[in-house]
DNA sequence: GTGCACCAACATGTCATACAAGTTCGAGAA
DNA sequence: TTCTCGAACTTGTATGACATGTTGGTGCAC
C-alpha cells in the first residue's frame, strides 16, 4: 500500500512535568503514552508501587490515573492481579456512543439510520476487495445461520457475517465501527430474529453473497440496503437497551 | 413523530450494593445514573464530602469515582470548585476513535473512507428533510467561507456546512458521528485549505448547495460524494493526528 | 454608595499509613 | 506426582493531614 498520512504518536514529552498541571494528568498521560507505544508489551503493567516510584507520586495519584484509563479502556485492573493491558476494541466507543444516545433520547431507529450507508459501503468495498478467505467464511456463516438451533447462534452467525464483510474491507475502522454499532443493536437483534425468525435474514445474506461472488458492486450495495432497511422495518418498537454493562 | 423505540434509562437499580462488586463500581454506577436521570440538573455535582456520607463510602472511592466519570466526559472537575456536569458531546468518542487509530496504525485515509458514506447519507437526508432556517444557515456558511480571511475561519466556515447539513437529518446521532471525525480530521482540513485554498470547497459546497435547494436528492448525494472524494485526493500525507489534547 | 483588595471558609489535590480482601506460586504432605 | 495450603504479594478501602485553588463576603478607600 502506498505511504499514507497516519495517526502517530509524537514523540511523547508529556514525562517532564508541568507547572501548575495537576500531578494526575501528567500521570496519565505518561502511563497512556507508554501503552499506546507497546511498553508492557507483556500486557502486565507493573505494580502500583513500582509506578509510584517510578514516576514519584503517590499510590492515589497512580490509582486514580489507573481508573481513568481504565474507563478509557486501556487497561483492565481486578483486585489481587496486577492491571493487565487491553487489546483495541469497540468497547469504548460503545460507551460514549450509548451514553450520547441516553442523554439525547436517540432512537434505535436512528441508529440504524447510521447503520444503513455504513453497511452499504462496506459491502460496496467487500465485492471489490473480498479474498477466497473471506468468501468462504462468508459461506461457512450463512451455513451457521440456517444450521442454528437456537437464537444465541442465529444472532452470532448474523453478525458473524456482517463482521466478514467489514473485516474485508481492509479498513479496521469500519469493524471498529460497526462492532460499536453491533454491540447496541444486540439485544434487539435477538428478539428481532426471535419474532421474526431468520428468514428475512438468510434471504438477504443469500442475495448479497451472490452479488459478491460475482463483484457487482453495484448489486451488492443494493442488496445490503435492501436488507438493512428489511431489519429497521423489523425493528420491535419495544426493544430498548439497557444501561447496566 | 411516531412512537419509536428509544435507548431508555430503566429503573436505576444499581445503588443497591452487590455483594463481591467492589464498592468503586457501584459507587460509579450510582453517580452515572444520577447524572444520565438528570439529578444535578443545576450542573454541579455535591462536594466529595458530601458524596461520601450520602453513599457511605470513603473519599478515596468517591475520588476514582468521579475520575471515571471524568473520563467518560460526563463530568468536569476542577481544584477548588465543585465538579460540573458536562452536556453529551463527542468528545469520549473522538477520544475512543483517536486512541484506537494510534494502536491499529490507522490512516487518515481510512478515516475519510468511513466519512464519506456518512456525509453522502446526511446530504440525501438533508435534501429531503431541511428546512427554510437551515437554509438559511447553509448560504451564511458559504459566504462566511467565501469571505475569510484567515485559515482558520475558513476551516470553520466549511466546518459549519458540514454541521449545518448533519443538523437538518433531524438524527443527532449523524451530528455526533461527523462532529467526533471532524475533530480528527480537524487539523489535516486546516492544512488543506491552508495549501490548496478554498476553491475546491467552495466549489463542492455550491454544488450541493444548488441540488438540496432543488430537493433532488441524487444530485446533492453525488456532488457531496465529488465533495469528499475531491478533499481525500487533496489529503496531505504528510499531515498527522496530535496525540496530546 | 460604589468599587476594590483582601481574607476566611470551603473544595479539591496530594501524600502517608494502616488494614482488608483477592491472587499467585511454591513448599510440603498425601 | 499431584493436591493442598499458606506466605508473599497486589489491589481495595478508610482515615487523617496538609497543600493549593476557588468563592464569596467583609471592610476599607474613594
Known sequence: ????????????????PVKGEPLLNST????????????????????QGTLCEELGVSRSVVREAMRQLQSLRLIEVSQGAPARVLPPGSAAMADSLHHFMCRTDASLTQL?????????????????????????????????LTEAKTVEEQSDADLEFHRVLAES???PIFVFLLDALAELLRESRRRTIGRVGISPALAGH????????????????AAM???????????DPSNVIPSNR
Open 112 to 144: 440504524a439510520e447510521i447503520r444503513l450507508p455504513l453497511e452499504v459501503e462496506i459491502t460496496g468495498f467487500a465485492a471489490e476487495r473480498i479474498n477466497a478467505e473471506g468468501l468462504l467464511r462468508l459461506h461457512i456463516a450463512v451455513r451457521r
Open 28 to 47: 496519565v498521560n505518561t502511563l497512556r503514552d507508554r501503552i499506546m507505544n507497546g511498553a508492557y508489551s507483556d500486557g502486565m503493567l507493573p505494580p
Open 206 to 221: 443469500l442475495a448479497i453473497l451472490q452479488a459478491i461472488e460475482k463483484r457487482d458492486v453495484k448489486a451488492a450495495r
Open 225 to 235: 440496503g435492501e436488507h438493512i432497511r428489511c431489519a429497521i422495518r423489523d425493528l
Open 1 to 16: 500500500m502506498a505511504t499514507v498520512p497516519r495517526v502517530t504518536q509524537p514523540d511523547s514529552l508529556s514525562s517532564l
Open 169 to 171: 474491507t481492509g479498513n
